[in-house]
């Protein structure tokens, strides 16, 4: 038979209808205690020194495994640890991987809060950041010391779009022993299959396309089965968490993932190459687009495009800018995205190892799930504003 296809996959993985009443959805769990019947039966839980997954609460329920299930199936992974945010779970990856004395390699396009812990709690804890060129592929290599355990990357970055080399950069790092983390959150587990690529830990913030609904705050880990004890003891072992409620959203919002992206991935498609067209605009950053300089290895490497590009406008006075976007009817001001609704911000990034060279504001749009008429429109309207 042929290989089963991801959107199959995540339709069908994880359901656990025959425990539960033939019910499609496993149902929301909400316990501390998992009492058992008698003496033996909780020791047995001791038995091999690890409690199982159903020993307590915190450990996870049936929700809960149900999600994880899922999202390991579509990334081909050994195992995925559900966190409470896309945050935690980029902060609890680097801290499974990394001891004091250590030395991380982060790319330097990353998510600004991913900087901010390189530079604050990690510093403390007594590891040391060197923060990389993105573009750097195979030459990652020049970069390793004795006592580098991780390289962390983010493609394309969040930001600013530069498509990172994973396989070479993974090839290089496993010669030396060193694990390959990923914040994959850009293009889902549909559209980079991470672990294939060669990445050992694939991180999303589950936030965003997962959930789907911009109602949730989840993160996850997917790791193959060389990384997975070292990162499900550390997630017991610190306590970590995400409620039953939570996994039961994101599972929801994975189950239509597939036709949401392509909805997402169309309308950002005609909106960049729109936007690539007008006068006010310098540059889009989407990886799609022929013009972008990371479309070659997008190409190579990615099986699509999600909804989130960033725009280079030409110089133009904060008052213009803000007469655009203020008055925007469609595109929310606010953080985050892969929800179903179109946003825009501002673009702010710090760099320290590399310049982003722009040649005015930089903005970054959220192609949500609106008629992409609507959208168009509204971005047409707002540059007439601009001009005024
Ligand atoms: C939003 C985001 C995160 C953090 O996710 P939260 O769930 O908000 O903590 C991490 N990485 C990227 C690329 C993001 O856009």
Redesign the pocket.
Known sequence: MAEEKPETTAVSAGRMSAEHFGTVNTPVYRTSTILHSDLASLKAELSDGKLKRYAYGRLGTPTTVSFEEAVSALEGAARTVSLP???NA?TTAILAVCSADDHLLMTDNA?GPTRRFCNGALKRLGVETTFYDPLIGAGIEELFRPNTKAVFC?SPG?LTFEVQDIPAISAAAHEHGIAVLM?N??ATPFFFPALKRGVDLDIH?A??YICGHSDT?M?TISANEANTQRLVSFVNGLGLYASGDDCFLALRGLRTLAVRLKRHQETAMRLASWLEERPEVSRVLYPALESDPGHVLWKRDFLGASGLFGVVLKPVSERALAAMIDGLKHFGIGY?WGGYESLIIPAEFVRTATTFQAEGPVIRLHAGLEHPDDLLSDLATGFARMNA
Do not use: N, P, Q, V
Request: aromatic share 12%; net charge negative; glycine share 12%.
């Open positions: 945010s896309g945050l980029i998510y983010e969040s914040d959150t850009w913030a936030t965003k705050m993160g985050s």
